[in-house]
């Protein structure tokens, strides 16, 4: 059975970041739907993430953070500035495709050079990040071609047995997934 912990309880917060850093596969709410994430530095977890979603590999993942500090490591450095002035400017969640380091796993980057990331503004991902201190992989909450589902009830229906644990919360008030645009070119890949 699926272990349900609730973030805004102390204890139960302390056992998330522990779960993170031992590299737990886990649901929490996100921006928009829920999201099946880990240890963005866990290879071995987030292969466990693909292959549980049914994920093709060359698509690559989504990394989130709490702040830009925690996904420095991830951007290729001559365009971290960059990347810094335009979070500070966008005032919606925005998923930002941007060169990466040439360390980036090809779990996270897929068949590119670049990597998605996004500096969340849910509340509860924030705390996930900061308690974990931690970047976390954030992709959909459904096997991959189905429909990702928003409502923890349905989270804990269809995941309960399939995952270590699941983040009780609600997903933000948006209601398609973030929009995802180029960091270089600001071509927007995908529109909220």
Same mark, same amino acid.
């Given at each position: ?9 102390? %204890?139960? $917060?302390?056992? #998330?970041? !522990?779960?993170?850093?031992?590299? &737990?596969? /886990? ?7 829920f999201g099946i994430g880990c240890d963005a530095l866990n290879n071995h977890s ?12 060359? %698509?690559? $993942?989504?990394? #989130?953070? !709490?702040?830009?500090?925690?996904? &420095?490591? /991830? ?79 349905k989270v804990k229906k269809e995941f309960n047995g399939k995952i270590d644990f ?27």
């Amino acid at each position: 059975m699926t272990e349900i912990l609730y973030p805004e309880l102390p %204890k139960d $917060l302390k056992l #998330i970041a !522990d779960k993170i850093t031992q590299g &737990k596969i /886990f649901a929490y709410p996100t921006e928009s739907v829920f999201g099946i994430g880990c240890d963005a530095l866990n290879n071995h977890s987030i292969e466990k993430v693909i292959n549980f979603k049914g994920r093709d590999y060359s %698509k690559g $993942l989504i990394v #989130i953070s !709490d702040d830009t500090e925690k996904l &420095k490591s /991830f951007i290729e450095k001559k365009y971290y500035e960059l990347f810094c002035s335009k979070v500070r400017r966008e005032k919606k969640p925005t998923t930002w495709i941007v060169p990466s380091e040439s360390n980036i796993s090809p779990l996270i980057k897929g068949d590119s050079s670049k990597v998605a990331i996004r500096v969340t503004s849910h509340m509860v991902c924030k705390k996930l990040c900061q308690y974990s201190n931690s970047a976390l992989i954030s992709t959909s909450a459904n096997i991959s071609g189905q429909e990702p589902l928003k409502i923890f009830n349905k989270v804990k229906k269809e995941f309960n047995g399939k995952i270590d644990f699941i983040v009780n919360g609600v997903v933000g008030g948006y209601n398609k997934p973030t929009q995802i645009i180029d960091l270089l070119t600001e071509d927007v890949i995908r529109k909220s």
